[in-house]
């Protein structure tokens, strides 16, 4: 028992807080006493996680909705002290609270004590250094909106009060409570907050912080420009319902650009933030019950927007801001960083008091905190303090905080951090870009097979799911994917998805799984497939060493991979054979082994033979009847509808690209080439104000079908009602033909055609088999066609030719086509990626492509016919002032080196230069300031007439940014033909010198022959050298180059001709 009292003593006894700087301020903290317990602490005795950011006890999970009656009696004691209610009415009160809670469960606070619970909340936050202000904050009551628009207009009520033309204002408003039944939340972490456009992999435009969020904002229809400040809509939640979006008001949305007096180029960085923040996703704890949405504003500090630009995992301005300030970044013992980070800090400071919005600095809100701490040891003994919170980010011990002891501990009222919102949501319909939920992973997925085999066979019964993974450049896999969708779908539930929309933590639960992809390059994955393979690398080696599972597993997960490539490359489908080696050594089995196409052979030959016989096998591997598994599609499932309107072409081509899309404007075409050259190379320059990139990286441009074409095609079209090519259609969407019916938005025939179908490219067997039964036709052109689309060989003979879709309507000019068809099988027309040609520091506001106008012969009936690349024709007559659509394609293996003073190789054939040219103006632009490295440039063209940039490079080597240039002729008259290989063969010394001895680095762009070329060029060049090391010339021919390609010291950019 006396052990019991002193224990209890001690407990009791309050808490010496000191001041290390001040001995004279002491405090006595006894206000400790009334903190709560929480059930899982986040420090122990053998463990503090009070430095970790928010640790997973501090993130409330979502309880019951049963009302905490100890709450509630605290919360009224807290209540009637602070309102000096007399005992009548603090009785008469609390009956009647415990009357509405024992017949309904909840009960209903007044306006003033739900006011008086949220103040309190704010004066009991250990983590906010501004809490000196909370009995002035402002409470709207929310309680009473029944749809997210009345929260909208609510929120939009606070917003205009807190902003209160720059003389900001704290308030909160506060929604129903959990308790009353209705699940209210914001999804967004504050009410203003600006967007991360992940425009590749790696890249963000805007904030990173809220990439995630952006994404879901995208697929619930927002259709936003991309920019650095693109302020976030509001997506709101009542009820069990799907959120909603909406859109702040401009005029609500306060913001101060951000300027510096002594430093003009700090100000062409162009930098502004937001002058409200509000704090959105965290609930209140208050009476024993919990109101999840709930938004609070006060002012910034400082130092919040300084982390805001400077933290890497944020805008990671840092060095750039530095940079402005004419700063040497390249020692860190000079204090760059603080020096930077202190004069931003002036910059915003001055910023928001020069645009009139209150703001205050991290001395300002140290000292008026050290206030605050000594007014609540007066009225409260004590106030709960975060010192790993409250101490600002910048100045440390020079502010009189960090010399205060602090207690951190709980009190109630309170508010709380929970999950996100979207975390658990149970989504209600389809939703535009949901995927399937996660799936189990391999153990869970063999433990419960034991543990419920019962269960298991009973779902055997019922109809299995099945994946379908595509990856693509061209958009021909995905054709191929919806087609097996559609063959599938007649017995399976068909899921499919872009590689890089899928989890590959998901491979673990999947029955079925199909892979439908193309390689790129020499041997590479396809853009949306490479973090597929990245990761699916990662997730393999993860379940074979960490784990006996997958090893032992005889019936794993059925899949089959199909692969489509040009033997033409050295690499034949190369990614697909990695993907279904992978995915064998996971565990997965095999429904057939993997089947590859080659273009130029009959790939509809292929996958008709694939698909027909992965389906027959899946079928019965699932004990289910196979019904037949016609590949051509029925174009009578897929029927036109009026629409009311069409959307716009670029939310059109962001829809079914999933990109996002920016608009660029045509400034000149400059020929680059002689009249008398047999070839034709274009500068063509745009005018941006959205893309960011980097020298090496790629633009992505987005062609049109000529309107004579579109205008011929349409007239072979079959139109229901009174529709033509002017009428806005869509696609009715049949259950069966999910996801196929949905890639083209809204639009008019001549719209569809023009911007987002393929029209150009050849019709495909299938295709012509499906159209027999829906078109309209002459008889002897229908025996025609039924020839072509059941003879094989008929039909190679006249694919030879290459007609397109417009060569065929004039061949079989009595052909009559429903619209719907062209909707549903044409390929979507895609992309055209080129090498970026400007360095953006040279130009910030432009973007540069040098384009080689693609020209070509195929055979016809008479002879040949000349054709054009659809794009680069496109560039080369385009006429100034023109608009295109466009997007930045990140390239990060294709980078300058990091450091300046690394020696360069570029070697470049033909328009294969253009990178290159980015490369040399971005070091003319650092060369100003600093020494670089060597640029030595190896040049292929055809004949001295066709030598692109001649004139620049001359300038560049005369300015010694260029340290060397050679050029090869491959057609010149009087001259032997020669190519860049052997150039450099000619230069073996130098090389040898720049690689072995400097450790240079090595640049290739062309095609994939003439990179094979070189690298076979570097290989003996290296393996004949006595610097080498241990290698020698048997075993190193190409090892060397693989050494530096491991190093990151060889690049390649390796482009295919895409008509």
Not at 412 to 425: D, G, H, L, M, N
């Amino acid at each position: 028992m006396a052990t019991e009292l002193k224990a209890e003593k001690i407990a009791r006894e309050p808490v010496l807080l000191t001041n290390v700087q001040d001995s004279n301020l002491v405090l006595f903290d006894t206000l400790h006493h009334k903190g709560h317990q929480v059930d899982d602490t986040c420090c122990q005795t053998s463990l503090c996680q009070g430095s970790i950011m928010q640790p997973k006890a501090m993130i409330r999970p979502q309880p019951g909705i049963s009302v905490n009656m100890e709450e509630v009696e605290d919360f009224y004691k807290q209540y009637f002290t602070a309102k000096n209610v007399n005992e009548e009415d603090q009785a008469k009160r609390i009956a009647e609270v415990e009357a509405s809670i024992k017949s309904s469960n909840k009960y209903d606070m007044t306006a003033d004590e739900l006011e008086f619970g949220s103040r309190t909340a704010w004066r009991n936050a250990p983590r906010c250094i501004g809490r000196i202000q909370w009995s002035k904050l402002k409470f709207f009551d929310g309680r009473d909106v029944k749809s997210t628009k009345d929260m909208f207009d609510k929120i939009c009520e606070q917003i205009e009060y807190g902003t209160n033309n720059g003389n900001i204002r704290s308030a909160i408003v506060v929604f129903p409570s959990r308790q009353s039944g209705v699940e209210c939340r914001i999804w967004n972490g504050e009410y203003i907050s600006y967007a991360g456009f992940e425009v590749s992999p790696g890249v963000v435009v805007g904030d990173p912080n809220h990439v995630e969020f952006t994404k879901i904002c995208i697929r619930l229809g927002w259709n936003p420009p991309v920019s650095r400040f693109q302020v976030l809509p509001l997506v709101l939640q009542y009820g069990d319902n799907n959120p909603d979006l909406y859109e702040i008001p401009e005029s609500l949305v306060l913001e101060v650009q951000i300027s510096h007096s002594k430093y003009p180029k700090f100000d062409q960085l162009g930098l502004k933030w937001f002058a409200v923040p509000a704090v959105c996703n965290m609930s209140l704890d208050c009476g024993g019950q919990i109101y999840p949405a709930t938004g609070f504003n006060g002012w910034y500090m400082s130092t919040e927007i300084v982390r805001d630009f400077c933290d890497p995992a944020r805008y990671d301005l840092l060095k750039k801001i530095a940079t402005s300030m004419d700063m040497d970044t390249t020692k860190p013992a000079i204090f760059w960083k603080e020096f930077a980070a202190t004069e931003l800090n002036v910059a915003v400071v001055t910023s928001f008091q020069k645009s009139n919005v209150t703001i205050t600095d991290h001395h300002t809100a140290s000292e008026t905190f050290m206030h605050h701490i000594e007014n609540e040891q007066m009225l409260r003994g004590g106030c709960p303090a975060d010192w790993v919170w409250v101490v600002p980010p910048l100045s440390g011990s020079l502010l009189p905080v960090f010399h205060q002891e602090m207690l951190n501990y709980k009190l109630k009222p309170s508010y709380e951090y929970q999950t996100k919102a979207w975390v658990r949501f149970m989504w209600k319909g389809s939703v535009q870009g949901k995927a399937r939920p996660k799936m189990l992973s391999f153990r869970s997925i063999n433990r419960a097979m034991m543990l419920c085999g019962g269960i298991m066979k009973a779902a055997l019964s019922k109809r299995r799911y099945c994946t379908i993974l595509y990856a693509t450049e061209t958009g021909i896999s995905e054709g191929y994917a919806n087609k097996l969708q559609r063959i599938f779908g007649q017995a399976f539930h068909v899921e499919v998805l872009s590689m890089d929309m899928y989890d590959v933590s998901r491979l673990g639960g999947e029955e079925l799984l199909f892979i439908v992809t193309s390689t790129f390059g020499n041997g590479e994955a396809p853009e949306n497939g490479k973090s597929f393979e990245k990761n699916l690398i990662k997730f393999v080696e993860k379940i074979t060493s960490g784990s006996k599972d997958s090893n032992e597993t005889e019936n794993g997960p059925l899949f089959s991979v199909f692969g489509l490539g040009s033997s033409a490359y050295p690499n034949f489908c190369a990614f697909a054979k990695r993907v279904d080696d992978l995915l064998k050594k996971l565990g997965m089995e095999r429904l057939s082994d993997i089947q590859t196409a080659d273009e130029k052979k009959n790939q509809d030959l292929a996958f008709r033979e694939w698909s027909t016989k992965v389906y027959t096998k899946a079928c019965s591997s699932f004990g289910m009847q196979a019904k037949s598994a016609a590949n051509g599609a029925s174009v009578q499932d897929f029927k036109v509808s009026s629409a009311t309107e069409s959307v716009s072409v670029i939310k059109g081509l962001q829809h079914i690209h999933k990109k996002l899309i920016s608009t660029c404007e045509v400034l000149s075409v400059e020929s680059l080439v002689s009249a008398d050259a047999n070839c034709s190379t274009v500068l063509v320059k745009f005018q941006h104000d959205q893309l960011l990139y980097s020298p090496g990286d790629h633009l992505a441009i987005f062609p049109t079908n000529s309107k004579d074409k579109v205008e011929k095609l349409c007239q072979s079209c079959i139109f229901e009602d009174e529709m033509n090519m002017d009428t806005p259609v869509s696609l009715i969407d049949a259950p069966e033909n999910e996801g196929v019916m949905s890639r083209i938005p809204p639009a008019t025939m001549f719209t569809a055609l023009t911007n987002y179908l393929d029209i150009e490219c050849t019709p495909r067997q299938c295709d012509l088999e499906a159209m027999l039964p829906v078109c309209k036709c002459d008889e002897d052109q229908r025996q025609k066609l039924t020839q072509l689309s059941t003879d094989s060989n008929a039909y190679n003979a006249w694919a030879e030719l290459k007609p397109s879709w417009v060569d065929f309507v004039t061949e079989f000019s009595s052909v009559r086509i429903p619209a719907g068809f062209y909707l549903t099988e044409l390929p979507v027309l895609q992309p055209r990626y080129y090498s970026i040609s400007n360095s953006p520091s040279m130009y910030p506001d432009q973007v540069h492509l040098t384009v080689g106008v693609l020209e070509y012969q195929v055979k016809s009936e008479n002879g040949e016919r000349q054709k054009f690349g659809l794009c680069s024709k496109l560039l080369e007559t385009i006429v100034p002032g023109t608009k295109i659509y466009a997007f930045v394609r990140r390239f990060p293996d294709f980078q300058l080196p990091s450091a300046i003073k690394s020696d360069i190789i570029m070697v470049g054939a033909g328009s294969g230069l253009a990178p290159f040219r980015s490369f040399w103006q971005e070091r003319a632009q650092t060369k100003e300031g600093s020494r670089t490295g060597e640029l030595h440039l190896f040049q292929g063209c055809r004949t001295k007439s066709s030598l692109l940039h001649a004139e620049e490079i001359s300038k560049a080597i005369d300015s010694k940014v260029i340290t060397s240039s050679v050029t090869a002729f491959s057609r010149e008259k009087d001259m032997p033909k020669a190519y860049v290989q052997d150039r450099l063969l000619e230069c073996r010394e130098l090389i040898e010198e720049l690689l072995l001895r400097k450790k240079a680095h090595f640049y290739v762009c062309g095609d994939i022959k003439m990179a094979i070329g070189v690298s076979k060029a570097v290989s003996s060049i290296l393996a004949g050298s006595t610097r080498n090391g241990d290698m020698t010339a048997s075993d190193g021919e190409l090892d060397y180059v693989e050494i530096m390609k491991q190093e990151g010291r060889y690049h390649e950019d390796i482009f295919a001709v895409l008509v």
